[in-house]
């Protein structure tokens, strides 16, 4: 069964530095989307990709945060310096060829900014 | 704006009991779509459901049942006969969708309810 995957499952940075989260949505999805989760808390929305473009961004995603699909098949967040309210559970989704389909998550990867 | 409200923080039942976990939703829009995912311990979200705006008629899957009332703007989720592995947080989540098609699919999370399940 097709997933979406996600890399690292955790990664550790100090504060000011840049990371780099990677996702692969399943193959023949669309629309990309990138959510966080601060510990405890609701997934919230960051932003939406399609036809290689951002097609709709939260507040949270200011001018720190970029995404890219280099590919045909990953699709990857930036933050270029991070803070430390940036700690966060991230997930990746996709979906399939309309936009109310049902969004498919990866596993998520774990940020912890020291 | 959109808004979703899972009133009930925890929830926490005896194996065998039969909960429901309710979600009460806001939107301005017509069309829409309501969806529920299960965040087990290990952290991923699972989709379970997804309901648009126009299909009010319950489902039933297995031990999982959804009751969709528009009049009450409400998006309810039972679980019958609740297992030890439904233990998990639930979330609602909610997206629009408009003829423009400036809607892409966005998802408006509830803050999510913890459900436990003792043996």
């Known amino acids: 069964e097709p997933e979406v995957t996600q890399t690292p499952s955790h990664q550790v940075t100090q504060m000011g530095q840049e990371v780099i989260l990677r996702c692969v949505p399943i193959s023949n999805h669309l629309y990309f989307y990138w959510y966080r989760q601060i510990l405890g808390q609701k997934v919230e929305f960051l932003v939406s990709?399609?036809?290689?473009?951002?097609?709709?961004k939260s507040e949270i995603f200011d001018d720190q945060f970029s995404v890219e699909r280099p590919d045909g098949s990953n699709f990857t967040l930036k933050i270029r310096s991070t803070k430390l309210e940036d700690s966060a559970m991230y997930f990746c989704?996709?979906?399939?060829?309309?936009?109310?389909?049902?969004?498919?998550f990866g596993p998520g990867t774990r940020l912890t900014v020291l | 704006a959109q808004k979703v409200t899972q009133a009930q923080t925890e929830i926490s039942v005896v194996e065998k009991e039969d909960v429901t976990l309710d979600c009460v939703y806001e939107t301005r829009d017509t069309t829409y779509y309501l969806f529920w995912y299960k965040q087990p311990p290990s952290g991923e979200l699972v989709f379970l459901i997804r309901?648009?705006?126009?299909?009010?008629q319950n489902e039933i899957s297995g031990r999982y049942s959804w009751n969709f009332q528009k009049s009450t703007s409400s998006f309810n989720f039972t679980i019958t006969a609740s297992q030890v592995v439904d233990s998990a947080v639930y979330f609602c989540?909610?997206?629009?969708?408009?003829?423009?098609?400036?809607?892409?699919?966005?998802?408006?999370f509830g803050q999510g309810t913890i459900l436990t399940v003792h043996p």
């Open positions: 990709f399609y036809n290689n473009e951002i097609s709709e």
């Open positions: 989704a996709s979906s399939g060829i309309s936009s109310y389909n049902e969004q498919f």
């Open positions: 309901r648009n705006s126009f299909d009010e």
């Open positions: 989540a909610l997206s629009y969708y408009n003829a423009g098609g400036t809607s892409y699919g966005k998802l408006t």
